[in-house]
């Protein structure tokens, strides 16, 4: 596979430092970020081919990350993997579906992750969806399986 620059959000230090790892192993260039106003600035230094990011975090939270994204490069936003426990909340389920873009639940099995993370980067770019409304998020815990 091709060498691929990828950003890794999430603020759980052990799975972010995993996934940076694998995806290292796999020949990736990796970066990391705490949350998602951290991936946003680094996001606004380098162009990344994929983000792989939790859909919930404290401060900026992976669907408004998703949204910076796609208003800073429009024409070719980078692909966005997104992880949580949270997938199956309906708001996230909503976005989810909105967005088209896969989620990985956790925990998830880093083999998946890996074959998730592959076909991504293989398929070809579908052009970009129109920019999403703002929607308010819920929280608590639920279960869904991995969506693509």
Do not use: C, W
Not at 25 to 34: F, I, K, L, N, T
Not at 100 to 118: C, H, I, S, W, Y
């Amino acid at each position: 596979m091709a060498r691929h620059l990828i950003l890794v959000v999430d603020d759980e230090d052990n799975l972010r430092d995993v996934l940076v790892e694998v995806l290292k192993r796999d020949g990736h260039e990796v970066d990391s970020a705490v949350d998602g106003a951290e991936g946003l600035r680094r996001a606004e230094e380098r162009r990344y081919d994929l983000v792989v990011t939790d859909l919930r975090m404290p401060g900026l939270e992976g669907p408004a990350l998703y949204r910076a994204l796609r208003e800073r490069y429009p024409d070719r936003p980078p692909r966005v993997i997104f992880m949580s426990a949270n997938t199956g909340i309906d708001e996230y389920a909503s976005f989810l579906a909105e967005t088209g873009e896969p989620a990985l639940e956790k925990p998830f099995n880093l083999t998946d992750m890996r074959q998730v993370v592959l076909q991504v980067l293989t398929q070809v770019r579908r052009p970009p969806r129109l920019p999403l409304p703002p929607s308010p998020l819920a929280s608590g815990p639920a279960h869904v399986p991995v969506r693509r």
